[in-house]
């Protein structure tokens, strides 16, 4: 809740009325990002599963915001390059909180959907502290560090990490403005 509260008073601090949200399982972060937005606002998440996808929209239907949440199902690489292909106007806040080793390259799609002054927060990014484990084998770790070298290394992006801590043990958020 802590977590999504803040993303909650992020999107609103931003103003923010066009909301990407990468990974929505069962619409939790979605709703609190949602529930952010003015009536005009729009929530794109992207979901590989139809169940969770399924799951969501009840949820957004729940918290009164189905109307401004559209859920699209597949892959999410697929998705964005179809929001890319469709020229869909610039996000202010992009959410990415989906399957680890996709980090780098949904990085690499949303800066395609961004604008000078969107944000890029990035969920699970510090991994209990194994990023800094070198010889680390784990598919998750090693994507997360290339995502971090990816960001540090973007000319067009100002970014820090926080750390959190909650029920699953201690993680972080990166936080990332297109400048």
Known sequence: ???????HLIARAMNAKRILEIG???GYSGTWLATALPEDGRLVTLELDPKHAE???ASFARAKVGDRAEVRVGRAADSLRALIGEKAAPFDLVFIDGDKPGYPEYLDLSLKLSRTG?????????RKGA??????EDAN??????????????ARLSATVIQTVGSKGYDGLSFALVV
């Open 1 to 7: 809740a802590p977590q999504g509260k803040l993303l």
């Open 24 to 26: 929505t399982l069962g």
């Open 55 to 57: 799951v969501a929209q």
């Open 118 to 126: 969107t944000l890029i927060v990035a969920d699970n990014v510090v």
């Open 131 to 136: 990023i800094l484990d070198a010889v680390s």
């Open 141 to 154: 770790v090693k994507a997360i560090r290339r995502f971090h070298e990816l960001v540090a290394a973007e």
